[in-house]
């Protein structure tokens, strides 16, 4: 089979099994990740990039809980796609590993779960996916930055798409300015801590909070934390996986070129 036909067949796959939108980028167009990428897949050459897409009307519903579970159902599409990718190139004998979205993440020094094992905005970028946005994401012509990203990398040898020749993004600004929390600055500039402190405030940092708490004998502030509304939210992050508590900047974004009203 030619490296053109594997290709194509390779993004049939992907969008068969998940993935609304695919895109391929040479492990060389990737220089700030060939040594991640050589620890994974030693001879990888190949990187599929796949994007899956949200339900713009649950993002945008006053119900968190709705959010939330669409994003785990657009994880799981991800995970889906990329690990049907991996083994149908693995069963024509390219080794192939999918590459995690989200958790399970590296929570070793110096990453300390704040860093995947490659950046999935950047090799969508350069796999002609979309462009990096205002808010510092990746936003697509179909469906604005409403997507969550995962990808595999290979050894097969496979044709690279060409990056986008200009914006997907109309730079309407909407994301800053939905920004509940003022963490977005627009040009891609995003302050993490104060964007980490919402989004993810009944995470790992809350559960770091409890821990010291329980510790240093704080009774007053861990009996109102017991009886309190955080640790019920905690510990349904532990039983889904889900830990999101913002997505303004998405849902302000969901379909390009995004009109100023």
């Not at 690990?83 to 929570?107: K, N």
């Not at 200009?166 to 801590?193: F, Q, Y």
């Not at 708490?213 to 007053?220: D, P, S, W």
């Amino acid at each position: 089979m030619s490296n053109h036909e594997l290709s194509k067949r390779t993004k049939r796959v992907a969008l068969a099994h998940g993935a609304d939108l695919v895109g391929i980028v040479k492990v060389k167009d990737l220089p700030e990740h060939v040594e991640s990428i050589a620890g994974i897949v030693p001879m990888g050459k190949s990187v599929i990039v796949v994007a899956s897409r949200h339900s713009s009307a649950s993002i945008r519903s006053a119900a968190n809980q709705v959010a939330q579970f669409d994003t785990i159902h657009t994880y799981n599409e991800c995970a889906r796609s990329a690990h049907a990718v991996s083994r149908f190139l693995e069963g024509r004998g390219f080794p192939s590993a999918a590459v995690p979205a989200f958790i399970p993440i590296d929570m070793q020094e110096p990453k300390m779960g704040m860093r995947g094992e490659l950046c999935w905005r950047r090799a969508g970028v350069r796999a002609g996916i979309g462009s990096y946005g205002e808010n510092g994401l990746l936003v697509t012509r179909e469906f604005g930055s409403a997507i969550r990203i995962s990808g595999v990398l290979t050894s097969a040898d496979l044709e690279a798409d060409s990056p986008l020749s200009e914006d997907a993004c109309d730079h309407c600004m909407r994301c800053v300015e939905a920004c509940p929390s003022g963490a977005l600055a627009g040009g891609g500039t995003i302050n993490k801590k104060l964007c980490g402190d919402f989004i993810f405030k009944y995470g790992f940092r809350f559960f770091q909070k409890f821990m010291r708490g329980l510790f240093q004998n704080q009774k007053e502030e861990i009996g109102k934390i017991i009886e309190g509304v955080e640790l019920r939210e905690m510990w349904q992050t532990f039983m889904t996986g889900n830990y999101y508590y913002c997505f303004e900047c998405q849902s302000k974004c969901t379909a390009t070129p995004c009109k100023k009203n």
